[in-house]
T-cell receptor, first 117, second 109 residues
Framework: DTGVSQDPRHKITKRGQNVTFRCDPISEHNRLYWYRQTLGQGPEFLTYFQNEAQLEKSRLLSDRFSAERPKGSFSTLEIQRTEQGDSAMYLC???????????????FGPGTRLTVL | QKEVEQDPGPLSVPEGAIVSLNCTYSNSAFQYFMWYRQYSRKGPELLMYTYSSGNKEDGRFTAQVDKSSKYISLFIRDSQPSDSATYLCAMSAGNQFYFGTGTSLTVIP
């Protein structure tokens, strides 16, 4: 399967614990995006990378959220000191940036469902 | 005011009907307009995208963008039970991406 993969698919944690999610994009894609989706809502954009550079992070939800893409391939999203309100689906997407276009077709992974008890 | 407004439905139609899905938006800087389909417990799948105003057709799907009214639409012709899903509109301006809440569609055989 050469699509976007995310690991784990489900995560249950206790309030106050740190969690880290991994996203592996489509191999030739240079852009990688993180979104959060809560029940009955559309995805909420959090941040994105082009190669290893994080080009937009103003919409990370708080300073408890951070993301990395150290070698321009896979990415991790970490949530520190989790709260019950962090329970959601965390989606990753990737795209291949072409020329000067700011939008390129994003392919989504299956998501990581986080439950904070 | 939300950047993107979308009626969550639910919308229920008989097989073969024409479905009309709509979104409105407030940010005139949006340039790219997308429609995604999302099945339960899956990631969104891109159906169509358009740049600026106009129409775009792909098989049974037609996307329309009216920037003067800040209004976009997706039409599905000859709807099929397999079209039952949540349809999300999305828009982008620069490095910012915004989704609607999604409209739940059920096509009844």
């Amino acid at each position: 399967d050469t699509g976007v993969s995310q690991d784990p698919r489900h995560k249950i944690t206790k309030r106050g614990q740190n969690v880290t999610f991994r996203c592996d994009p489509i191999s030739e894609h240079n852009r990688l995006y993180w979104y959060r989706q809560t029940l009955g809502q559309g995805p909420e954009f959090l941040t994105y990378f082009q190669n290893e550079a994080q080009l937009e992070k103003s919409r990370l939800l708080s300073d408890r959220f951070s993301a990395e893409r150290p070698k321009g391939s896979f990415s991790t999203l970490e949530i520190q000191r989790t709260e019950q309100g962090d329970s959601a689906m965390y989606l990753c997407a990737s795209s291949l940036a072409r020329g000067g276009r700011t939008y390129n077709e994003q392919f989504f992974g299956p998501g990581t469902r986080l439950t904070v008890l | 005011q939300k950047e993107v407004e979308q009626d969550p439905g639910p919308l229920s139609v008989p097989e073969g009907a024409i479905v009309s899905l709509n979104c409105t938006y407030s940010n005139s800087a949006f340039q790219y307009f997308m429609w995604y389909r999302q099945y339960s417990r899956k990631g969104p799948e891109l159906l169509m995208y358009t740049y600026s105003s106009g129409n775009k057709e792909d098989g049974r799907f037609t996307a329309q963008v009216d920037k003067s009214s800040k209004y976009i639409s997706l039409f599905i012709r000859d709807s099929q039970p397999s079209d039952s899903a949540t349809y999300l509109c999305a828009m982008s301006a620069g490095n910012q991406f915004y989704f609607g809440t999604g409209t739940s569609l059920t096509v009844i055989p």
